[in-house]
């Protein structure tokens, strides 16, 4: 059996949602194939028999597992699923050093070890086993899905594709070679100013204060991260952020390059409103371009939500969990 590391876990509920009687709640931890231990959340319905299906949860890109991939976690399970909602390698209450670092490799991973976890549990059906990635997490659960044939269906939701955002800027209006030396070199020249220090220096979380002229992505992301709304000390968008190198190998790792192989189901959801939106629209025609696995594809636009509505609702009532209940019972039959 893989040895584990011994993480300190906080025992009382700290999380940015109330917690369910619905549900019965523990933590949990394990190892992906680089050794490092991971932090859940499990959840499961109460009085819950016999082996079940699943689901593993994760995201957004810089939060932790008590922010919206509980949510999503602990919602799922109130519908019937066993769920884990686990904080990414390097990030909240999980393991790997140096904190603060991303890795398409890594992070991609971390839910196929979530898939290992779930696939010997007692109380799960391994063959029906599905994950839903939020944000940045909704990019990497496209190349789990591509690479791991034991995940039966996967739900994106309000999606970044990290390595095209880190590659071309936003609304890829950094995509030349130019812009991208310039990216490279300013990671490289960090790497030495790190190396002489011996520490890696912070990019910082989410801008605070708020610039008046921020735009309204920004300002979008403050309302979640900075505000009693959604901040958790543990999130990285919430405090100091990534490390300044911390998202380096994304720039010329592109995650999505074999979504068009993926056979199983994939749901992408997304505000109609969201400054990402196009992420999620350009990987549903990638998915659908040559029509090979297209008929259980499926993008779903939610009308005048933003991208944070899909992290907690927005206090619209945003996040179509019917829509996923539904998605799920089709196809984690």
Aim: hydrophobic share 35%; net charge negative.
């Amino acid at each position: 059996m893989m040895k584990t590391e011994a993480l300190q876990l906080v025992k009382e509920w700290d999380k940015t949602f109330p917690e369910s009687e619905k549900v019965d709640h523990r933590k949990v931890t394990f190892v992906n194939r680089y050794g490092i231990t991971l932090a859940a959340d499990m959840y499961t319905p109460k009085g819950a028999s016999g082996r079940m299906p699943a689901i593993a949860v994760c995201g957004p890109f810089g939060a932790v597992k008590e922010q919206c991939s509980g949510l999503y976690a602990q919602t799922m399970a109130e519908r019937g699923w066993v769920t884990v909602a686990f904080d990414p390698s390097y990030t909240g209450e999980s393991g790997g050093n140096p904190r603060n670092m991303a890795s398409p490799d890594i992070n991609t991973e971390d839910f196929m070890a979530a898939v290992d976890f779930l696939s010997v549990q007692e109380t799960v059906d391994p063959e029906r086993i599905g994950i839903i990635g939020i944000c940045g997490w909704g990019g990497m659960a496209l190349n789990a899905a591509a690479l791991d044939t034991r995940i039966k269906a996967t739900v994106a939701s309000t999606m970044y594709d990290m390595s095209r955002v880190n590659a071309n800027g936003y609304f890829d209006s950094e995509d030349n070679e130019e812009a991208r030396y310039r990216k490279r070199a300013t990671m490289c020249a960090q790497r030495t100013a790190d190396y002489l220090t011996g520490s890696y220096k912070l990019a910082g979380g989410v801008v605070d204060p708020l610039p008046v002229d921020a735009p309204f992505f920004v300002k979008d992301y403050f309302d979640y991260y900075k505000t009693p709304r959604g901040y958790h000390p543990r999130s990285l968008n919430s405090s100091g952020g990534w490390n300044v190198t911390g998202c380096e190998s994304f720039l010329n790792q592109p995650i999505l390059a074999y979504s068009g192989e993926i056979r199983s189901a994939v749901l992408l959801v997304h505000g109609d409103k969201a400054h990402s939106c196009y992420f999620s629209k350009d990987a549903y025609k990638a998915m659908v371009k040559d029509g090979k696995y297209a008929k259980n594809k499926e993008l779903l636009l939610i009308p005048g939500a933003v991208h944070t509505d899909l992290y907690d609702g927005g206090g619209k009532n945003a996040i179509p969990f019917d829509k996923f209940e539904e998605f799920f019972h089709q196809y984690l039959r």
